[in-house]
């Protein structure tokens, strides 16, 4: 694989203006894999293709008001992950179940989007900081490894019983508080608490999505 990034960053107004861009573009090559033994191969006889070219850009911007010391801020971005070669040729050998094979070659790549937002406060000549943030982020599309039949050994090409899948994921949501406090030079007080909603577009197991 081979990236290319390309960043931003810009500091307006006498620094209470910062902007931040960033761009990311990665290219995939596979080559024919080769399997051996070839008579007992499970992907033999497959032309495999190399993972889609991966897209993703960053920004985020972030203002801040000296005189009452207040900072607003906000950040978009969007994450991509390739399936790795063993979640796609995976096999393994034991005693007691024998030859497995766990992966599946049309795995297609993980998506996702985050945003959040939030602002920052200071108090009693910055010796007390606060902090709030609302997040929220989808992820569009998982691998994930499963043994619990979804996986048909009957219909699967590969003959498996469990291993890689692509599911859609779900969205997770909430805030995120923290106060710092600083009363002498010697002493730091952090308190901070996260309050996460999260649930799957579609249940993994029946009747369940959280």
């Known amino acids: 694989s081979h990236a290319l990034f390309i960043q931003d960053q810009l500091r307006l107004l006498d620094d209470r203006l910062q902007i931040s861009g960033a761009f990311r573009t990665q290219f995939f090559q596979l080559q024919q894999p080769v399997f051996t033994p070839v008579e007992s191969a499970p992907y033999a006889g497959i032309e495999f293709q190399s993972p889609p070219t991966a897209y993703t850009a960053d920004g985020s911007i972030a203002y801040t008001f000296r005189s009452s010391g207040t900072k607003l801020r906000g950040h978009v971005g969007n994450g991509y992950r390739a399936p790795s070669l063993f979640e796609r040729f995976g096999t393994s050998f034991d005693g007691f179940f024998g030859y497995s094979v766990f992966g599946d070659p049309r795995l297609k790549p993980e998506k996702s989007i985050a945003f959040d937002a939030g602002i920052d406060q200071s108090f009693y000549s910055g010796r007390v900081h606060a902090s709030a943030t609302y997040f929220y982020t989808e992820l569009r599309r998982i691998i994930f490894f499963d043994f619990s039949g979804l996986i048909d050994f009957a219909t699967d090409p590969f003959g498996r019983f469990g291993g890689y899948l692509n599911t859609n994921g779900g969205i997770a949501r909430g805030v995120e508080v923290e106060l710092r406090a600083t009363p002498i030079k010697t002493l730091n007080i952090i308190g901070a608490y996260t309050f996460t909603k ?11 999505i959280r």
Do not use: D, M, N, S
């Open 198 to 208: 999260a649930q799957q577009r579609t249940p993994q197991v029946p009747g369940t």
